[in-house]
């Protein structure tokens, strides 16, 4: 029963914001066309202003992947890691994932087809996917966009989202997979 009404829900979710939306509009006489154009122009001048910003995050992880340094990193701690239940091989994605969803995702593509997909490790990169954020590409690239220069505070919060998004999977995991 609950199962169906969430089903429905998901299904019908964002046809219904689309429809609000156009009722809203329509009620307030909005020319919705009109608005659409505006906002994509809006959409591409933010495009090209975070491209720099863009590009700049893509070639430093790029080269701290390409150095070797995040491996390095790895295996220096990979003593302190086993005692604690994090194998060695997630340190690289615990340290991309901050920086970049798409070099998280390289790290994480590395970590399934070097481990069994029911592994351990496979099941740990794919919850600490989930449960943190690319804080340095958010602050960067749309921080930047915008002009917002002081962003000391969002730096430390996002960073300490992450660190508790990061310990908590190995908390859960550690949990339901050991």
């Known amino acids: 029963m609950i199962k169906e009404l ?18 809203v509009a329509i009620f307030r006489k909005v020319s919705v066309y009109e608005a ?25 992880v790029s080269m701290l992947r390409a150095s070797g340094a995040i491996d390095s990193i ?13 194998p060695a091989d997630i340190l690289p994605l615990a340290i991309v994932r901050s920086l970049s969803g798409s070099a998280a995702l390289g790290v994480f593509s590395d ?15 794919a919850i600490m996917m989930g449960s943190s954020e690319t804080t340095f590409y958010v602050l960067t690239v749309y921080f930047g966009a915008v002009g917002i220069k002081k962003y000391r505070y969002a730096l430390l919060t996002g960073l300490c ?17 050991i």
């Open 6 to 23: 969430i089903d429905l829900l998901s299904l019908w979710a964002l046809p219904g914001i689309i429809l609000i939306i156009l009722t």
């Open 36 to 60: 659409f154009i505006e906002g994509a122009k809006d959409g591409a001048k933010v495009s090209f202003n975070i491209i720099p910003y863009l590009m700049a995050i893509i070639v430093a």
């Open 74 to 86: 790895a295996s220096i701690f990979n003593g302190i890691l086993n005692k604690i239940h994090i």
């Open 111 to 125: 970590i399934v087809s070097n481990n069994n997909i029911d592994s351990y490790t496979t099941k740990l990169a």
């Open 161 to 177: 989202a992450d660190f508790a998004g990061i310990v908590m999977a190995v908390i859960i995991t550690s949990i339901f997979f």
